[in-house]
């Protein structure tokens, strides 16, 4: 039988209008459970479940998110890699090594060379004659500070960490006062728990007559940890107390002299050089006539004075410096101790020092490897002699060297002098590190 078109075209009107209402009726009016794959539920503080939001909008207790599992899956990784990433820095924190911090106080001239010379700190400003000096340097696991200048004055230098160097002049009288009211203020320091750990970087007595800091030291009841002490010291126990380089006169401005190809390799037109205070009754003197009766005057530069000078003025600087740059060897006799500052100049632009290797009155230490024990235990390439009438035979045997050897000699001298600072740094680090911070 035939359905009339108008019949059926009727019948698919009715079935889509029936579809429509019954789709339209799920949607909003059937309350049956709809699976939680397909639904979040977000619950509104202080809104009953259904009803209306602010402003009149009407909202659903449930409303369906079809990418919840998604967004759960891709949130748990998310915060796995975080705590991942924070255990991952916390075990590199945890082996970094530890650093320290160490603040240095330059209350003597030495203070420079340990500085600059030795740990090669930079030191600002450049201005040798400024007021105030301060530089910061890393080596091995501390952070070195460094202050110095007139205007450094107690209770005034920026103290931001609890352990300190003290860098003090013990030579005479005057100097010994100063340096024990820089002692008695770092004291009060300690007892008020603001300073934990102290180290004296200390110019010795030339007789090794040292007696005023000894109260001081931590084994006498005192609160100094370490002394590193310039000149032979018979307390030196490479315990808690260390012997120091002397140094360069960094008080007559002597600066640091970084070696070059024409310092190493130029024709140096003297064979040695003496400039210097000639005292009566030393064996200065007996130099002096070594070299006027020797006739090798001509083949040395000399210049004698009878009274020590402080100070070297501008123009007396460069011609000692002039003189050890040209000469291939440095007279060195003995003064007050046997460890003088020409000895280190003269290393410092590859002259080799003659040294009088005598030792001189007082009450430093007189062991078989005394004076200078501590250049000897270096491997200082010194000559050594013990009377300057030694000296013509020496002078004889510079004027056979090749300019080949003698350049070879040079270079040696010069690398011995830079390995012996890098010795000296690394011990004094090593040193500071295990008896300041080997507890923590």
């Given amino acids: 039988m035939k359905i009339p078109k108008r019949k059926l075209f009727l019948l698919i009107i009715f079935a889509y209008v029936a579809f429509s209402l019954y789709a339209a009726y799920n949607v909003f009016f059937s309350t049956r459970v709809i699976s939680r794959v397909h639904r979040v539920v977000k619950k509104e503080t202080g809104a009953p479940a259904g009803g209306f939001r602010d402003g009149g909008a009407p909202f659903l207790a449930d409303e369906w998110n079809p990418w919840e599992d998604e967004q759960v899956e891709y949130n748990s990784a998310l915060n796995k890699k975080r705590e991942a990433f924070k255990q991952h820095l916390g075990r590199i924190d945890k082996n970094k090594p530890k650093r320290y911090k160490v603040q240095?106080?330059?209350?003597?001239?030495?203070?420079?060379?340990?500085?600059?010379?030795?740990l090669e700190g930079p030191l600002n400003p450049t201005d040798k004659v400024a007021q105030w000096r301060e530089g910061e340097l890393q080596t091995g696991k501390t952070d070195f500070s460094f202050y110095t200048g007139p205007a450094v004055v107690q209770g005034h230098v920026p103290l931001d960490m609890n352990s300190l160097v003290l860098v003090l002049n013990g030579r005479e009288q005057q100097k010994v006062a100063y340096s024990t009211r820089w002692l008695e203020h770092v004291q009060t320091l300690v007892q008020s728990h603001t300073v934990s750990h102290v180290a004296v970087v200390l110019l010795g007595n030339e007789h090794c007559n040292n007696d005023w800091i000894g109260p001081h030291l931590k084994r006498n009841g005192g609160f100094v940890d370490l002394l590193f002490v310039v000149y032979d010291s018979p307390w030196v126990n490479d315990k808690d107390v260390f012997q120091w380089p002397l140094g360069v006169a960094t008080y007559r401005q002597f600066p640091?002299?970084?070696?070059?190809?024409?310092?190493?390799?130029?024709?140096?037109p003297y064979l040695c050089n003496f400039l210097g205070t000639v005292y009566k009754n030393s064996s200065r003197e007996t130099l002096m006539h070594v070299l006027q009766h020797s006739g090798l005057e001509k083949?040395?530069?000399?210049?004698?004075?009878?009274?020590?000078?402080?100070?070297?003025?501008?123009?007396?600087l460069r011609r000692y410096q002039t003189a050890l740059a040209q000469s291939e060897l440095t007279l060195c006799p003995v003064g007050i101790n046997t460890e003088c500052y020409r000895i280190y100049e003269a290393c410092s632009y590859g002259s080799v020092p003659v040294v009088e290797d005598v030792l001189t009155p007082g009450t430093c230490a007189a062991?078989?490897?005394?004076?200078?024990?501590?250049?000897?235990?270096?491997?200082?390439?010194?000559?050594?002699?013990?009377?300057?009438?030694?000296?013509?035979?020496?002078?004889?045997?510079?004027r056979s060297m090749s300019q080949e050897q003698r350049v070879d000699r040079r270079r040696r001298l010069l690398e011995w002098y830079s390995g012996f600072r890098q010795q000296m740094k690394e011990r004094f680090t090593e040193v500071i590190e295990e008896t300041f911070f080997k507890s923590g």
């Fill in 104 to 118: 240095i106080w330059g209350k003597a001239a030495i203070g420079l060379y340990l500085w600059e010379h030795i």
């Fill in 256 to 268: 640091m002299i970084r070696p070059n190809a024409q310092l190493i390799t130029s024709n140096r």
């Fill in 299 to 316: 083949e040395c530069v000399t210049a004698a004075r009878e009274k020590w000078l402080p100070q070297e003025t501008a123009d007396s």
């Fill in 367 to 398: 062991g078989p490897s005394s004076p200078l024990r501590l250049l000897k235990a270096a491997g200082a390439p010194f000559i050594f002699i013990s009377d300057w009438k030694e000296l013509p035979a020496i002078l004889e045997r510079e």
